[in-house]
């Protein structure tokens, strides 16, 4: 259900009321109208440009992110396929190369590529077209730091441009002498504290995503696609390709190590030839899963790329290839240096994919990669539908099982983060120095703010653990811990009273996820959001509610001081409440943030010998 807008005068369409979502069991809720505050005062700062957008040259704007590169290339046909259009492994050199000068720019000193992470290709790029690749970095770690990049094609005689693609990529900065400690990035924009704010789950992400595979391998049952042909399965061995190469010095950077970008083009043509041999066709990449580089290649080297076909689907197939290096013919050891797994598709010539022949593993390892190539395909699944839940036009609430739960626990996090982020906050209400701020978009979102004497750390603690919500939150009647899924990600279910206009009381199963942080100005982080489970459906004795997005920043204000900032990115609903506390005629929201100060003042004692761990 779409959210409907206000008429101008600021009054609600009246059939409204007869649509409105189910809204979560919080005191800090509320239903989005446009324009209704407008003429409030503004949170933003001054340095930041009137729109919540980052600003672009082209827009005039005086500000350009410091770590910023651009790259136009010309397509020329010595840069193409068979089909005219830019080859995969031509862009792959090109984005890495800009990434690459980005993440020296910030450093100071030579980098290398430690990994990629995920790539859709949404366009093809033709022959005359132009590209044009942008690259900045969003985050420095210790040595290591985040560049995002965005391509972009476009075509100079209709002056149409398409994206293409978005990726991230992972440098590390590498000094001969000394080590490296990375200066830290300073956001400035929405967009740059969004991507800086997230940049920090996408790490977490990537180093638990080895053990994402084994353990959906080992919980879940795979279901593969059960109206094979038998008769038409392909051996896989038929699709082995192995090929290599010798790295001499215009493959290699100004610090001679090979380019990470050359070595994903080779990857991304022993792939294709892995691909045609199966299809016996011209296979179209679509998405790359993760390169991870895992040690250096330098002129000299001879590397040994090997692909083979992995899983075939009903339309498209994934390969995977790993490439391992050498310096002389009578070397025995070979040293691993790179893995990655391609997608591809065979088009028709209404640009549809068409159906595939199956795969035959060989038994024992290709039975192992047949079977983590159906979980690769089940994750990629589950991430591309978490990422496309528009909240006006899907169920709020997503399915919890093993498999999804790294990336629903990503998405509760980065969802906060991200609304934490935005410009646009305006002052609505401020009683006694607790400030309350709204943010008009397609939903009405809340920010409320104090600072207490309390330590970030304990503060934390106590309101982490949604159990003693009920201590201070009278919108709270009981709650119960249904799963502690790991140390920072628990699912409890909330019994809410009924509310003025329900004859029920409402019930929510929440997906709690907590993050320390990982910097120093970071904040700690409580997100929450609504999930399904199949041991807790709906039942007539309650209503469900679901929330989409709402939690907790926490941030050091000196010795013993914490600022408590609650957001809510509010569903229909609650819609007398939220507006007389919007408008100052109740002070509800006022007094449920005042018992929340005084239960972490109570509390705050309780708690000393478990905070050694934070």
């Given at each position: 259900m779409r959210a409907r807008r206000s008429s101008p005068s600021g009054k609600a369409d009246v059939s409204l009321a007869s649509q409105l979502r189910r809204s979560p069991p919080c005191t800090f809720?509320?239903?989005?109208?446009?324009?209704?505050?407008?003429?409030?005062?503004?949170?933003?700062?001054?340095?930041?440009?009137?729109?919540?957008?980052?600003?672009?040259?082209?827009?005039?704007?005086?500000?350009?992110?410091?770590?910023?590169?651009?790259?136009?290339?010309?397509?020329?046909?010595?840069?193409?396929?068979?089909?005219?259009?830019?080859?995969?492994?031509?862009?792959?050199?090109?984005?890495?190369?800009?990434?690459?000068?980005?993440?020296?720019?910030?450093?100071?000193?030579?980098?290398?590529?430690?990994?990629?992470?995920?790539?859709?290709?949404?366009?093809?790029?033709?022959?005359?077209?132009?590209?044009?690749?942008?690259?900045?970095?969003?985050?420095?770690?210790?040595?290591?730091?985040?560049?995002?990049?965005?391509?972009?094609?476009?075509?100079?005689?209709?002056?149409?441009?398409?994206?293409?693609?978005?990726?991230?990529?992972?440098?590390?900065?590498?000094?001969?002498?000394?080590?490296?400690?990375?200066?830290?990035?300073?956001?400035?924009?929405?967009?740059?504290?969004?991507?800086?704010?997230?940049?920090?789950?996408?790490?977490?992400?990537?180093?638990?995503?080895?053990?994402?595979?084994?353990?959906?391998?080992?919980?879940?049952?795979?279901?593969?696609?059960?109206?094979?042909?038998?008769?038409?399965?392909?051996?896989?061995?038929?699709?082995?390709?192995?090929?290599?190469?010798?790295?001499?010095?215009?493959?290699?950077?100004?610090?001679?190590?090979?380019?990470?970008?050359?070595?994903?083009?080779?990857?991304?043509?022993?792939?294709?030839?892995?691909?045609?041999?199966?299809?016996?066709?011209?296979?179209?990449?679509?998405?790359?899963?993760?390169?991870?580089?895992?040690?250096?290649?330098?002129?000299?080297?001879?590397?040994?790329?090997?692909?083979?076909?992995?899983?075939?689907?009903?339309?498209?197939?994934?390969?995977?290839?790993?490439?391992?290096?050498?310096?002389?013919?009578?070397?025995?050891?070979?040293?691993?240096?790179?893995?990655?797994?391609?997608?591809?598709?065979?088009?028709?010539?209404?640009?549809?994919?068409?159906?595939?022949?199956?795969?035959?593993?060989?038994?024992?390892?290709?039975?192992?990669?047949?079977?983590?190539?159906?979980?690769?395909?089940?994750?990629?699944?589950?991430?591309?539908?978490?990422?496309?839940?528009?909240?006006?036009?899907?169920?709020?609430?997503?399915?919890?099982?093993?498999?999804?739960?790294?990336?629903?626990?990503?998405?509760?996090?980065?969802?906060?983060?991200?609304?934490?982020?935005?410009?646009?906050?305006?002052?609505?209400?401020?009683?006694?120095?607790?400030?309350?701020?709204?943010?008009?978009?397609?939903?009405?979102?809340?920010?409320?703010?104090?600072?207490?004497?309390?330590?970030?750390?304990?503060?934390?603690?106590?309101?982490?653990?949604?159990?003693?919500?009920?201590?201070?939150?009278?919108?709270?009647?009981?709650?119960?811990?249904?799963?502690?899924?790991?140390?920072?990600?628990?699912?409890?279910?909330?019994?809410?009273?009924?509310?003025?206009?329900?004859?029920?009381?409402?019930?929510?199963?929440?997906?709690?996820?907590?993050?320390?942080?990982?910097?120093?100005?970071?904040?700690?982080?409580?997100?929450?959001?609504?999930?399904?489970?199949?041991?807790?459906?709906?039942?007539?004795?309650?209503q469900r509610g679901e929330t989409l997005c709402s939690g907790f920043c926490l941030w050091r204000e000196g010795d013993q001081m914490t600022k408590v900032s609650y957001y809510n990115q509010a569903?229909?609903?609650?819609?007398?409440?939220?507006?007389?506390?919007?408008?100052?005629?109740?002070?509800?929201?006022?007094?449920?943030?005042?018992?929340?100060?005084?239960?972490?003042?109570?509390?705050?004692?309780?708690?000393?010998?478990?905070?050694?761990?934070?």
């Open positions: 809720l509320g239903q989005g109208f446009a324009s209704m505050f407008s003429n409030r005062t503004s949170r933003k700062s001054i340095s930041h440009p009137e729109s919540g957008d980052a600003p672009t040259m082209a827009e005039g704007e005086g500000y350009r992110n410091p770590t910023e590169v651009q790259m136009s290339q010309l397509v020329l046909p010595c840069h193409t396929n068979h089909r005219g259009e830019l080859s995969i492994g031509q862009l792959l050199k090109w984005i890495d190369t800009t990434a690459c000068l980005s993440a020296e720019r910030h450093a100071g000193c030579p980098c290398v590529t430690a990994s990629m992470d995920d790539i859709y290709f949404d366009h093809t790029i033709s022959v005359g077209q132009v590209v044009n690749i942008k690259a900045k970095v969003n985050r420095a770690f210790n040595s290591s730091m985040e560049v995002g990049i965005q391509v972009v094609s476009e075509d100079l005689c209709s002056e149409k441009q398409w994206s293409v693609c978005k990726a991230l990529a992972t440098f590390v900065a590498h000094r001969e002498l000394s080590k490296v400690k990375l200066k830290q990035v300073i956001p400035l924009t929405e967009e740059e504290k969004t991507e800086h704010g997230v940049a920090a789950e996408r790490r977490r992400m990537r180093l638990v995503y080895a053990d994402t595979i084994k353990d959906l391998l080992t919980h879940c049952v795979i279901q593969d696609d059960l109206d094979k042909d038998c008769s038409n399965m392909v051996p896989a061995e038929k699709t082995r390709v192995e090929s290599v190469e010798l790295v001499l010095p215009p493959h290699a950077n100004h610090q001679g190590n090979t380019f990470g970008g050359q070595i994903m083009a080779w990857m991304e043509n022993v792939a294709t030839i892995a691909a045609s041999r199966l299809c016996h066709a011209h296979p179209t990449l679509k998405a790359i899963e993760m390169f991870h580089f895992r040690g250096p290649s330098q002129v000299g080297d001879r590397l040994v790329l090997k692909a083979i076909v992995n899983n075939a689907f009903k339309h498209s197939m994934e390969v995977g290839v790993c490439v391992e290096a050498y310096r002389q013919e009578a070397e025995t050891q070979r040293r691993h240096i790179n893995s990655a797994f391609m997608t591809f598709v065979v088009l028709d010539k209404d640009d549809q994919p068409q159906k595939l022949p199956w795969i035959r593993p060989q038994p024992g390892e290709g039975e192992r990669r047949y079977r983590e190539a159906s979980a690769r395909k089940k994750i990629r699944l589950d991430r591309k539908y978490l990422v496309s839940c528009k909240q006006a036009e899907v169920a709020l609430s997503v399915p919890w099982d093993p498999s999804n739960q790294v990336y629903l626990s990503y998405y509760n996090v980065s969802s906060l983060k991200t609304l934490m982020a935005k410009d646009n906050w305006v002052l609505s209400v401020e009683i006694s120095e607790v400030r309350l701020y709204i943010l008009e978009e397609d939903f009405l979102s809340f920010h409320l703010e104090m600072v207490v004497n309390v330590d970030a750390a304990q503060v934390f603690q106590l309101l982490s653990d949604l159990r003693r919500r009920p201590e201070w939150d009278k919108h709270y009647r009981s709650v119960e811990l249904v799963q502690q899924v790991d140390e920072d990600d628990a699912i409890y279910h909330v019994i809410s009273p009924a509310l003025s206009g329900n004859t029920k009381p409402q019930d929510f199963v929440i997906l709690a996820s907590r993050r320390k942080p990982c910097d120093n100005g970071d904040p700690y982080v409580i997100a929450l959001r609504s999930v399904t489970l199949p041991t807790h459906h709906e039942t007539p004795e309650y569903t229909p609903g609650f819609l007398n409440y939220v507006t007389t506390n919007v408008s100052g005629l109740s002070s509800e929201f006022y007094n449920t943030f005042k018992a929340c100060e005084s239960f972490l003042l109570d509390n705050r004692n309780d708690l000393a010998p478990s905070l050694q761990t934070l």
